[in-house]
């Protein structure tokens, strides 16, 4: 069993909630949710931000 699996579970909430259907990811999205992982909770937080305003920037009012 891998560890990246077992810590992620570690997160999961203890009930039981509807989830989405799996989605494929690229080799790049993966590459960027292992970085995002491994970020601190206020890098994270940071990350977040940033790509909500830049996201907001992009679209039309």
Do not use: C
């Not at 080799?27 to 931000?49: I, K, N, S, V, W």
């Amino acid at each position: 069993m891998s560890s990246d699996l077992n810590a992620a579970d570690g997160e999961q909430l203890a009930e039981r909630v509807a989830q989405p259907g799996r989605e494929w990811v690229t080799p790049e999205e993966r590459l960027l949710l292992r970085f995002y992982r491994q970020l601190g909770h206020a890098d994270q937080a940071f990350m977040r931000r940033a790509i909500e305003a830049i996201v907001l920037k992009k679209s039309p009012l």
